[in-house]
Each structure stands twice: as structure tokens, then as C-alpha cells.
């Protein structure tokens, strides 16, 4: 490389429900991982572009063909309309932290999760090939760590829509038995909801985006801090509805993996350093911000003798920032072993 | 900060992350842990004695003397001398590995007999049962085994239910040089068609394939995660090529056996499949559907004990000529070409 070439470091969190990008040149973006194309000449005519990204495709979702191309954080397979979507998120996102200077070289980290074969790692090089002149691909949590400076004796919980991932560092980069990857996350608490809303509220309408927001906004697990009474149409006149009960049984339901996990994970540290990961233990993801997780893993902790479960700073940049921290410290050598 | 960090450390890691980067761009497996040696010196004076054989190999090639020969009935062929003034370990590129670097005699060979308990596989209105018909076949295949000087060894013996990833564990466990699962096959058309397939691991195309392969494994005992390991762990196996020779060897014999009775038997060829017992395994594996209980006549012909020798004969002829063929050619290449 030339000294004169301008380079941009991105770290690029590709998430199920949301993907995010941080930039050497401080930028922070966060887009819906959400892809549509319109159906017809006349949504074409009023969209006014060939394909709509993010919060607005969500929102103009009547008149697109809507694609959320990422499935338990990984691809979906065998659908080339997933492969254009994700190719579509990501390019947007390079092009918001590159702001259109293709002058610019851009090296990027991507955080993908823990247990994604290689297969799929593949499958993304594939993708952004083009797009980005080197590519480091890391398991998300790993990032995190990286990005709080939590390399040793900590373990990083990463609840995020598709996966939760649990990572274990040990000095070292994660190995497999040092990772876990669950299914148990934020879109399986959605469709629990759902579920128990329907069941226990015939008569109101609502779709899956309507829960969503609402995990979002009351999601808890023990106690709760306030009523969860949502508006939501019953035969067409909106109405307040209780779905407090529901959103606990929902979000109480990642307890049991999640602390199976986390023991699991713990009981295969070396013995001597059992109590500090005890007491490193990281929850990041958006996942992490349903009230009363951190404290109930806690409770998980104490016939072990106790431990403390903390929440990182911001659990939306987290992973983005990880894999910039990643992307500036990687060296000229590394760069040129992995170029895209 | 929680846990601990350095530049070294955060050096080290970076490095990890690269080198499996790195992996995965060539299509390398990922570095393994392994445990560290309980006994050091053990190791030491383990591997100096290696060191001592693998010399005294080297000598005993170039003086034309032949390999120590192996009992049984597979001959081995010794591998080319090296270059001279050159050992052949320093010479070998990174890439890649050969099956002719190791001229070992395939001696161990771990039967599965498909099925069994409560599994009863396929069945015919005759009453006759696939979970049946394959402990028959495994136990004469075991006897001629034996009696040519193989270690045979059955992962059942008896009618018991067993997971396929019991099954698996048996044959690593045993330190098995081939492994070998006996299926029949149910064509939904089968009235008319009959015909024998034999698989090997690997991704499939083929929707009949992945069908069969889903409802073979449907037993496993094996959760998401571990399959996604399992996969990647053979995403650039040499096992797999070493399989597809084997799975060769075997359809040629099994197809001139049965021809010999029955003409109009169909050649299905040899397919990747990923059947998770050949997936799990660490030798090369193979899955024969060795005759197709859907069809009246071949079922008729199965109820023979001399059809039923017929078929463990050609069995024990594949396993044979591909134990013939370890050390004399690489794997897939030969005589075995011609059959697809």
C-alpha cells in the first residue's frame, strides 16, 4: 500500500434483527436488517428507488417484497433473494461509513456468530468481495470482548435476535469448546409472545413487529418495573390489553438455556480461575436489556459461590466497536493475508 | 477494566483471529486444542521412538527391503523412496496431505449394522425387516473378515436400539481403519425399480440424497451445534476423498455380485450424502444401501441365505481391494474410475 492511500477501518456487527458499523473516521451507523424490493411499477414510482433498506423498508413493507435475509444470524440458505438482501446491507453500510469515497481503502472486521461453519464464512467473503479491499471475519462475542478489553477470565453472553452466544476468553482466540451458539434469543421470545398473546388474547389483532416492540419496550424477567399494557386493535378499535404475565413467561423462558449454558461453559474453565470469570461476566447484545436478565444469571451464580454479571456500555455498538478495535490493532501483515 | 489485557496479549489473539481467518480462506480445518499431556516425558520418549521407527522405515525403503508387512489379507505396497539427500517429511509442502505418505495396512474394520430395537428401518408386508437383514449381512461379513485375517468389530451385535452417535463414538473408540454401515433401501417406485447406491460424506445436491440422509439421521443423538462442528470438521477433509475411493470400490463389487443373479439391477451410482454416522466417523466411512427391500423380487432373493452371502461377499471384496489400493495409488484414482 501506497502512504499516500487513504484507508478506513470499519467493524461491522451483522445482525438477524439489526446490522451496525463503526468507523475509524467515528462514524456509527445502525440499519434494520431488512431488505425490499417494490412489487410493481406503481410502488417502484413511489418508493422512487430500485431497493429499500432498513427502518424504511420495514415501514413501506405493503408495497415491497420484504426480505430479513438473516436467519439464527446466519444466511439463509437456497434463496438468492436472502444472498442479494445481505448483499444489499452490507454494501449500504459500507457506503454510509465510506460516504461514496471509493478512493478510500477499506478493511473490515465482521463479527458473525460463535458457532457459524465455515461454510457460511465463506459464503460472506463471497459477498463482499468487492465491496472491501481485506476482510477479518471473527465470532461476534469474541469481538465484544475485544472491543471492552475483557481478554482473560471473562465470559461474554451476546443475546441477539437470531443467537445468543456465550464465549469464554481465556488468553487465547476462542476455540470451539470455549463458544456456544443458542437459538434461544431475541426471535424465539418474539414467537413465544406472540403465541401467548394469541392464546390468551383471541381478539386482538397484532403482527410480529407489534410484539417486537413490545419486548423491546416491557421485556423483564422476575419481577416487573411496570404493567405492560400495550394498545393494539379488537375488531378494529384499538384497546390498552395486559400482556404483563405473557412478556414475563416469554422472556423467563431464555433462563433455563441461558444458565444451563452459562454452567456449562464455567464448569470447563480451569479450576484456578473459576471464580474470576465468576465474577467477569459480560451481557451485550440488545437482547441484554431485557429488565432483571443480568440479576436472575446472577442468582444462577450463587450456589457456585457467587459471581457478577454486568451489562456493557452499549449493547447496540458493542460488536461494531469490538471489530473496529479489532480492524485498527491488525497489522500491515495480517491485512494482507486475508485481502478480499 | 474486567478480565485482564495487554499489547501482547491482544497480539496473540489478533494473530489467532488471522490464522483462522487464513485457515478458512484455504480450506484448512481450524487448529484443534488439544489437552495438555498428563506426563511430558511420557510424550518425549513416545514421540523419540516414532522418530527411531519412522527412520528405520526410511532405511528399510531404500534399501528396496519391502514395509514391515501387516497380517491379513490387505498387501501393502511401500510409497516411492524419497528424493536423494532429501527426507521426504522436510520436502512436503503445507498443502494438502497424501493418503501414500502413510503406507498403512487397513486392518480394523468397524460394521454397522443399520437400524435395530425398536428402529426397525424399512420392512416389507412379508414381515421381512431391514434392522434384520443387516445384522445378518454385518455378522457374514465379519466372519469372512476374520477369516482373512481382519479385525472386524460390529457396532451391534444383538437387536438393540443404538444412536447414531453411539455408533460413531464405537468406531472411534475402537481405532477402526474403515468403517462400513449396512442399509436397504425403499425407492417410493420401488415395485419396479431396484437398484444399489453407496454414499460417502459429504454436501449433496441431490434431493432424493438429502432426503434419505435426513431420515437416516433423525436418531442422531446429535444437537445443532454439534452438527455444525461436525461439518465444518470435515469441510476439507482428506477423509472425504479417501471415503469416495472406498465407496467406489465397494459399488463396483457389490454391483458385479448382485448383477450376476439379477441383471436388471440399476447402478445408482456412488453420492456424498451427509449421513451424520459417516459425518462423526474419523475414517474413512462409507453408507451401502446394499439391496432394495421395496422391490418384490429383491426382496424375495434377500430371504436366500445364498443371495444374502452373495452380498456380504462383494462387501468384504470392496473393503479388500480398497485395502489393496491404500498404498498403491492415491485415493479416488485406479481402476475404480470407470464407475460413477
Redesign the interface.
Known amino acids: 500500500m501506497s502512504a499516500k492511500e487513504k484507508v478506513l477501518s470499519v467493524g461491522i456487527d451483522l445482525g438477524t434483527s439489526q446490522s451496525a458499523i463503526s468507523t475509524s473516521a467515528g462514524a456509527h451507523h445502525v440499519v434494520d436488517s431488512y431488505v425490499g424490493w417494490p412489487v410493481d411499477m406503481v410502488a417502484r414510482k413511489v418508493m422512487k428507488k430500485p431497493v429499500v433498506i432498513g427502518a424504511e423498508a420495514l415501514e413501506n413493507r405493503t408495497m415491497l417484497d420484504l426480505h430479513r435475509p438473516l436467519e439464527q444470524g446466519l444466511i439463509k440458505e437456497g434463496s438468492e433473494k436472502d444472498l442479494a438482501a445481505v448483499r444489499e446491507i452490507l454494501s449500504h453500510l459500507i457506503e454510509l461509513a465510506t460516504e461514496g469515497n471509493r478512493e478510500t481503502r477499506t478493511r473490515a472486521v465482521v463479527g458473525v456468530p460463535a458457532?457459524t461453519?465455515?461454510?457460511n464464512?465463506?459464503q460472506l467473503?463471497q459477498i463482499m468481495r468487492g465491496m472491501v479491499d481485506s476482510?477479518?471475519?471473527?465470532s461476534e462475542p469474541?469481538a465484544v470482548?475485544?472491543g471492552?478489553?475483557?481478554?482473560?477470565?471473562?465470559m461474554i453472553i451476546d443475546v441477539g435476535a437470531g443467537t445468543t452466544d456465550f464465549c469464554v476468553?481465556k488468553?487465547?482466540?476462542p476455540?470451539?469448546?470455549d463458544q456456544?451458539?443458542l437459538?434461544k434469543a431475541g426471535d424465539s421470545v418474539d414467537d413465544l409472545l406472540a403465541k401467548l398473546i394469541d392464546e390468551r388474547h383471541p381478539e386482538v389483532q397484532f403482527s410480529i413487529h407489534m410484539v417486537r416492540g413490545w419486548k423491546e419496550q416491557y421485556g423483564f424477567v422476575g419481577e416487573p418495573a411496570k404493567r405492560a399494557l400495550v394498545t393494539a386493535p379488537v375488531h378494529g378499535k384499538a384497546q390498552k390489553v395486559d400482556i404483563t404475565d405473557a412478556v414475563r413467561a416469554a422472556c423467563e423462558s431464555l433462563l433455563a438455556p441461558f444458565t444451563e449454558t452459562m454452567l456449562d461453559l464455567l464448569a470447563a474453565v480451569e479450576p484456578e480461575y473459576q471464580e474470576?470469570v465468576r465474577q467477569?461476566v459480560?451481557l451485550s447484545g440488545r437482547g441484554s436489556r431485557i429488565h432483571g436478565l443480568a440479576e436472575e444469571l446472577e442468582k444462577a451464580l450463587v450456589d457456585l459461590g457467587g459471581g457478577k454479571v454486568?451489562l456493557v456500555d452499549d449493547p447496540v455498538f458493542a460488536g461494531a466497536n469490538g471489530s473496529l478495535a479489532?480492524a485498527l490493532?491488525?497489522d500491515e501483515d495480517?491485512w494482507e493475508?486475508?485481502s478480499a | 477494566?474486567?478480565?485482564?489485557?495487554s499489547d501482547s496479549?491482544?497480539r496473540?489473539?489478533?494473530?489467532?483471529?488471522?490464522?483462522?481467518?487464513?485457515r478458512?480462506?484455504r480450506n484448512q480445518p481450524?487448529?484443534?486444542?488439544y489437552r495438555r499431556a498428563p506426563f511430558p516425558w511420557l510424550l518425549a520418549a513416545a514421540g523419540a521412538a516414532l522418530v527411531a521407527a519412522a527412520a528405520l522405515v526410511v532405511v528399510a525403503l531404500r534399501s528396496g527391503a519391502p514395509a514391515p508387512a501387516e497380517s491379513g489379507a490387505a498387501s501393502v505396497a511401500t510409497s516411492a523412496p524419497a528424493p536423494e539427500g532429501l527426507p521426504a517429511f522436510v520436502s512436503a509442502p503445507p498443502a494438502r496431505v497424501s493418503g501414500r505418505v502413510f503406507p498403512l495396512a487397513v486392518r480394523r474394520i468397524a460394521i454397522d449394522p443399520g437400524h435395530g430395537g425398536g428402529d426397525q428401518g424399512t420392512r416389507t408386508s412379508s414381515g421381512l425387516r431391514e434392522k434384520d437383514l443387516t445384522l445378518d449381512l454385518a455378522r457374514r461379513l465379519a466372519a469372512r473378515l476374520a477369516a482373512a485375517g481382519f479385525e472386524p468389530r460390529l457396532t451391534r451385535d444383538s437387536d438393540q436400539r443404538m444412536l447414531l452417535a453411539d455408533r460413531a463414538r464405537f468406531a472411534n473408540d475402537a481405532g477402526a481403519d474403515l468403517f462400513v454401515s449396512i442399509h436397504l433401501n425403499w425407492i417410493e417406485d420401488g415395485r419396479a425399480n431396484r437398484g444399489i447406491e453407496t454414499f460417502y460424506l459429504g454436501p449433496s445436491d441431490d434431493p432424493e440424497a438429502t432426503q434419505l440422509a435426513s431420515f437416516e439421521n433423525r436418531e442422531s443423538g446429535y444437537s445443532?451445534?454439534d452438527v455444525?462442528?461436525l461439518?465444518?470438521s470435515i469441510?476439507a477433509d482428506l477423509r472425504q476423498e479417501q471415503s469416495r475411493a472406498f465407496a467406489l470400490a465397494v459399488q463396483k463389487r457389490l454391483l458385479a455380485a448382485v448383477r450376476a443373479v439379477a441383471p436388471e439391477v440399476r447402478d445408482r451410482g456412488i453420492k456424498s450424502a451427509p449421513f451424520l454416522v459417516l459425518v462423526a466417523t474419523d475414517m474413512p466411512a462409507v453408507l451401502a444401501e446394499v439391496a432394495c427391500l421395496s422391490n418384490d423380487e429383491e426382496a424375495r432373493l434377500l430371504g436366500r441365505d445364498d443371495y444374502r452371502d452373495r452380498i456380504a461377499g462383494a462387501l468384504f471384496d470392496g473393503i479388500a481391494a480398497y485395502s489393496r489400493s491404500v498404498a498403491q495409488a492415491e485415493p479416488g484414482s485406479g481402476s475404480d474410475k470407470g464407475v460413477r
Do not use: C, W
Not at chain 1, 476482510?135 to 471473527?138: A, D, G, M, N, R
Not at chain 1, 471492552?148 to 471473562?154: D, G, K, N, R, V
Not at chain 2, 477494566?1 to 489485557?5: C, I
Open positions: 458457532e461453519m465455515r461454510v464464512k465463506q467473503r476482510l477479518i471475519i471473527v469474541f470482548a475485544y471492552i478489553e475483557a481478554l482473560l477470565h471473562t476468553m488468553g487465547r482466540y476455540t470451539e469448546e456456544r451458539t437459538t474470576k467477569n459480560m454486568r479489532i490493532d491488525a495480517d493475508k486475508v | 477494566m474486567p478480565g485482564g489485557s496479549l491482544k496473540r489473539l489478533l494473530a489467532g483471529a488471522v490464522d483462522d481467518n487464513v478458512a480462506i481450524r487448529r484443534r486444542l445443532l451445534a455444525r462442528r461439518l465444518d469441510y
